[in-house]
């Protein structure tokens, strides 16, 4: 049996295992781009849309705005902390339940830099998912006035993943049709800046509550089959540029984990490092240089209505950016409860929620 196979019936074994209904932190809230996106995306006026099929071939409901096959990553993590639902989008229309339970703001496209990901059209940026998240905080603190509760001590239990800055590269710094950034600084200038503009934003989330929050690296996007394509014309792999500059940006995170750990009180900051996961997955995957949907030369996302692939747990890559529901899920295990000392910094989800 294929070596991919076998961890998936570990993987699968081990969510079949949780007990819904008693979520192990009060609320779960999601900030990233198109990997965390799960509908947000849907209304606004932009390409960067997975709202029809083959998105969603997999998943209960359909194409709900979630580039996958089925589940995304804030998926698989809100079974593994045991919620009954998945977090439902910034826009959709929540009671004050819903709200307790937390609020996904990942957009597709979107970057810690306001102007990445503008030539795709709207899209909703770090600085202002930031902004949506003091309306819900707002929000939350009238809701649980009225039941004599501390806003502040609730939003302290709840767990926040933050995964930021894959586009400030593919559809930024490493686009220079539309932006100048590659030509005006060397990739660890960029890094920095980046890295500058990032800090005051988790800063900005602490001072919102937040104490607990998974910072989630960059993956391999240089492997990834349109960056391959578009980057790569000697038959590589990957494209080592690509990935040697988000390298640059992830070592970088992780020394500002540390920072923001020392330097606020009570914060728990964790890094997630999703290149070394990721790469790690490759191996045993029958299909990993190409996407399981049709796409268009150049382009990453699905030809609407068009018949994907039937083995589709046999591909690493959905279509030609995002991975498919079985990368989703085994990566989302991994930020849990980590199976490489690699895996995690300085420690996994399932440690960080019980502090």
């Not at 949506?132 to 039941?147: M, W, Y």
């Not at 593919?170 to 990032?198: A, M, V």
Request: hydrophobic residues 40%; aromatic residues 12%; negative net charge.
């Amino acid at each position: 049996m294929a070596l991919h196979l076998v961890y998936l019936l570990v993987v699968t074994w081990s969510f079949s295992l949780l007990s819904y209904g008693n979520p192990q932190v009060p609320c779960y809230f999601i900030f990233g781009a198109s990997y965390y996106d799960n509908g947000n995306n849907n209304a606004l006026l932009t390409t960067a849309k997975a709202n029809f099929l083959p998105y969603g071939i997999d998943f209960p409901q359909g194409a709900t705005g979630r580039f996958s096959n089925g589940r995304n990553t804030p998926d698989f993590i809100a079974e593994l902390l045991g919620f009954n639902s998945y977090i439902q989008p910034f826009l959709a229309g929540k009671d004050d339940q819903d709200i307790l339970t937390g609020v996904n703001y990942a957009s597709g496209s979107s970057g810690i830099r306001f102007e990445t990901g503008m030539h795709l059209g709207a899209r909703y940026s770090m600085d202002e998912q930031l902004w949506h998240h003091l309306l819900t905080v707002s929000r939350i603190a009238e809701i649980l006035t009225d039941r004599n509760s501390s806003a502040e001590d609730y939003l302290n239990k709840c767990l926040y993943s933050v995964a930021m800055g894959d586009n400030d590269y593919i559809n930024n710094y490493f686009n220079p049709q539309f932006y100048p950034t590659s030509k005006l600084y060397t990739p660890d200038q960029y890094g920095s800046i980046l890295i500058e503009e990032y800090d005051l934003q988790l800063r900005t989330l602490y001072k919102l509550g937040a104490r607990k929050v998974a910072v989630i690296g960059i993956g391999p996007l240089g492997c990834a089959p349109v960056v391959v394509e578009i980057a790569v014309a000697t038959g590589a792999s990957c494209a080592d540029m690509v990935n040697n500059g988000l390298q640059i940006f992830n070592t970088k995170l992780v020394q500002l984990v540390n920072e923001l750990n020392r330097d606020l009180p009570d914060a728990k900051f964790i890094y997630v490092n999703a290149f070394q996961i990721y790469s790690s997955l490759f191996t045993g995957f029958k299909v990993t240089n190409a996407s399981c949907c049709e796409v268009i030369t150049g382009t990453a996302a699905c030809v609407p209505l068009t018949k994907p692939c039937p083995d589709r747990d046999d591909h690493f890559w959905w279509d030609g950016l995002h991975p498919s529901e079985s990368i989703n899920r085994m990566f989302a295990l991994r930020s849990y409860k980590t199976q490489s000392p690699l895996d995690t910094f300085p420690f996994d989800i399932s440690h960080l929620i019980q502090i």
